[in-house]
């Protein structure tokens, strides 16, 4: 029994590593069952319990007919998304407003030219889908842009706290959206502020926009 319970331990780290990594990404199907037998080395029975154990963790979903998917990436995301699930929208924008503005100074002080040219193209991309008036993607390339921000900050602590509030994050944004609370050039000023190495105007048009939501809450 001891020796079984220590397959299925390895066998859910092994899918959790996979998951954690972002090779197998939010939103996508895991390999079906075969191919994890294969990949993982042991049993039918075990690879099934594995799977099992991160679906009731939080981190896969199994969809009748059509395979298992990866709802998150972090069981402490999961926790932390079930905790805030009623909370209101202008308590969320005060925790952005906290990390984001610390996010926006350290990427200006950070950033790459390739970070910057990464940028541009989030900000562009963040346009078309704002022009393009699809919810969805313009939910999609809001959310991506500010993660792109907090990645270029590079502070890992600072990530891993915004990765797991993503969820309610990604919410906000769409809230903001469908009651009209953001514009197509919303960011372009912090953009450029943060391609311009310019912290505290950075941190400033950061505060500027999210102070504008409380307001408005």
């Known amino acids: 029994m001891a020796r079984r319970t220590g397959l299925i331990d390895t066998a ?25 037998v294969e990949l993982l080395g042991v049993g039918r029975n075990t690879v099934r319990e594995a799977v099992q154990s991160l ?23 999961v926790t932390m ?24 100074r350290l990427a200006a002080r950070r950033r790459t030219a390739d970070d910057a040219s990464d940028l541009l193209a989030k900000r562009d991309a963040r346009a078309r889908a704002y022009d393009g008036g699809v ?4 939910v999609a390339s809001d959310l991506e842009l500010h993660r ?5 900050a590079g502070n890992p602590v600072l990530r891993s706290l915004y990765d797991n509030l993503i969820e309610a994050i ?4 769409r809230f903001n959206f469908v009651t ?13 502020a ?12 950061t505060s500027g926009y999210l102070s504008g939501l409380l307001e408005d809450g």
Do not use: C, K
């Open 12 to 36: 859910v780290e092994a899918l959790r590593s996979r998951i954690g990594s972002g090779e197998w990404a939010v939103g996508s199907r895991i390999p079906p069952e075969p191919s994890l």
């Open 55 to 77: 679906v009731h963790a939080g981190l896969l979903e199994r969809r009748q007919g059509s395979g298992t998917y990866v709802l998150s990436s972090s069981e402490l995301a």
């Open 81 to 104: 998304g079930r905790q805030i699930a009623d909370a209101r929208q202008r308590d969320v924008v005060s925790v952005r407003r906290a990390l984001e503005m610390e996010a926006a």
């Open 135 to 138: 919810l969805d993607e313009m």
């Open 148 to 152: 792109s921000i907090v990645r270029t």
């Open 170 to 173: 990604g919410d906000n944004i």
């Open 180 to 192: 009209d609370a953001h514009a197509a050039d919303a960011h372009d000023t912090l953009i450029e």
């Open 194 to 205: 943060i391609v311009a190495g310019d912290p505290e105007r950075a941190a400033a048009e």
